[in-house]
Structures are given as structure tokens and as C-alpha cells.
């Protein structure tokens, strides 16, 4: 792989991901890029662990981005750091999880390129690989999944998505950023034809202090996230790999607690 990890090369771009949460993830080369770095401009959800890897001079810029708030729209954040690479700069572009899955790393690499700027990707590990190594959640399994595949849960016109093929027997479907959108998942697949008791995951914060890794059935999801209180960071995973898991039971501890409130 060409590097851009020159430290007489100035004016450049590196796209890093930082991985889940947890900084012992980091790959050895984002660790490089980071202690090179003049400028971090870095996603809200990474931990201050992983920033304080680069140097105490770097200057650290936060463009984090919530559901209904972003601190700068794709477009400006592009525009920072073609500016500051322009300026001479090394700019290392911290982002959660991977670059290239669901990161917006591909916009970011069309920016600096339109800009006639090298660029740099070093990858991170994704979400669904670190919570679900956490949660011994096997993504695919010779017995039960030889397919998987990754969505997001929060994109305007869910509905009209075409999920159809993704989720059911012998199959793994890992949906990003899909808390606020639970239910609405759960009725989405149903009406795709997945089995309504097929299993289901929930985790949250995998790999940072607090996280949890819970399971129900594909039809109480919603009602799952509602009574648990989940918050994002969280990741859902739809399939049958879900009852290898260590994950918590949470429908079967609902009805003991129903049981002993009956008797």
C-alpha cells in the first residue's frame, strides 16, 4: 500500500478509522497517523483516549453529528479539511468505526481529490465486528448464516427501501444507527416476510465502558429498546446466529418477572 506516511511530506490527508470505541483497536497504522498529525478533525463518538494519541500541539476540531444535529454540514466539513491541507498541514480525518462503512469516507476522498490533494484510507474496525466480537455473536456461522449484510436504519424513505433477501433463515442483517427507528424496522421485515419470532440484538456502546448486548424476538424489538432505554451508540443484529450469542435474554427475563408478579 502507498503510504502518505512520509514525516517530510507536508500538505495531506489521512481518512482514519478509530473502530468502536475501544483505543487497544486502533490498528498500529492509524496509531502512526495520528502521532504525525497536525490537525484532528474528528467525529463526536471517539473516545478521548484514541485523541490523545496525537500530539499535545495538534489541533483537535470536533464536526460531531447527531440525528437531528450536525456542528457542519458534509460539505463544510469537506471544505476544512481541503483548507487546512492546503495549508500545509498533515489532517488526519478521525472517524468512528470504519471510513467506508457508513462513514462518508467516499465523500471526503471525492473532495480532496476534486481539490487535487493526495489521500490516505487506513481502515478501522467496523461497528458490527467489534460489538459483535464482544458480544460472541458470530456474524456468519457454517450452521446457521453464510450471508451477511449491512444497512442503515435511520435513511429518509425507510419504508420504501428494498430489504427484501437480506434477513431470514440462514442469513445475518446488522443495522447501523437504527434505535430511533426500531419498531419501525421490526414491522418493515415482518412485512418482508421475516419471521416475526426470528432473534434479534441489540448492542450498545460495544467496546466502551457500560455497554450491553441484549436479545429478543424479532416482533417485541421496539418494544425492547423502549423498555431497556437504549441509546445510541447501537448496533441491531437479524438472525439465527443471535442465540449463539452471549447477549441477555431480555424476553425471557420479562416473563419470569411476569410469573412472580402472577403467582
Known amino acids: 500500500m502507498a503510504t502518505l506516511l512520509d514525516p517530510d511530506a507536508r500538505g495531506r490527508v489521512i481518512l482514519v478509522g478509530a473502530g468502536p470505541g475501544d483505543p487497544g483497536l486502533l490498528t498500529v497504522r492509524a496509531v502512526e497517523a495520528l502521532r504525525c498529525a497536525d490537525v484532528v478533525v474528528h467525529d463526536g463518538l471517539v473516545d478521548l483516549r484514541v485523541l490523545e494519541i496525537a500530539p499535545a500541539s495538534a489541533q483537535r476540531i470536533s464536526v460531531a453529528k447527531t440525528r437531528a444535529r450536525h456542528t457542519l454540514p458534509q ?13 500545509g498541514s498533515v489532517v488526519v480525518r478521525l472517524k468512528g468505526g470504519d471510513p467506508f462503512i457508513f462513514g462518508r469516507g467516499g465523500e471526503e476522498v471525492e473532495a480532496v481529490r476534486a481539490a487535487g490533494l493526495a489521500v490516505e484510507v487506513i481502515p478501522g474496525v467496523s461497528a458490527a465486528l467489534g460489538c459483535a466480537a464482544e458480544a460472541m455473536l458470530p456474524l456468519t456461522h457454517r450452521d446457521h448464516s453464510s450471508a451477511v449484510s449491512f444497512v442503515a436504519g435511520q435513511c ?14 440462514g442469513r445475518t442483517l446488522v443495522i447501523y444507527m437504527g434505535v430511533a427507528t426500531a419498531s419501525d424496522i421490526a414491522d418493515k421485515l415482518i412485512a ?14 460495544g467496546t466502551l465502558p457500560g455497554h450491553r448486548a441484549l436479545r429478543t424476538m424479532l416482533t417485541d424489538l421496539g418494544e425492547m429498546v423502549r423498555r431497556e432505554k437504549v441509546a445510541s451508540p447501537a448496533i441491531i443484529v437479524v438472525g439465527e446466529v443471535v442465540e449463539l450469542s452471549d447477549a441477555e435474554d431480555k424476553l425471557t427475563s420479562y416473563a419470569r418477572i411476569a410469573e412472580g408478579a402472577a403467582s
Not at 429518509?156 to 433463515?169: E, M, V
Not at 418482508?192 to 456502546?205: F, N, R, T
Request: net charge negative.
Open 192 to 205: 418482508d416476510g421475516v419471521a416475526p419470532d426470528m432473534p434479534v440484538a441489540v448492542l450498545e456502546k
Open 156 to 169: 429518509k424513505g425507510l419504508t420504501d427501501q428494498d430489504w427484501s433477501g437480506l434477513a431470514g433463515q
Open 75 to 87: 460539505e463544510a466539513i469537506n471544505a476544512l479539511i481541503v483548507a487546512h491541507v492546503k495549508a
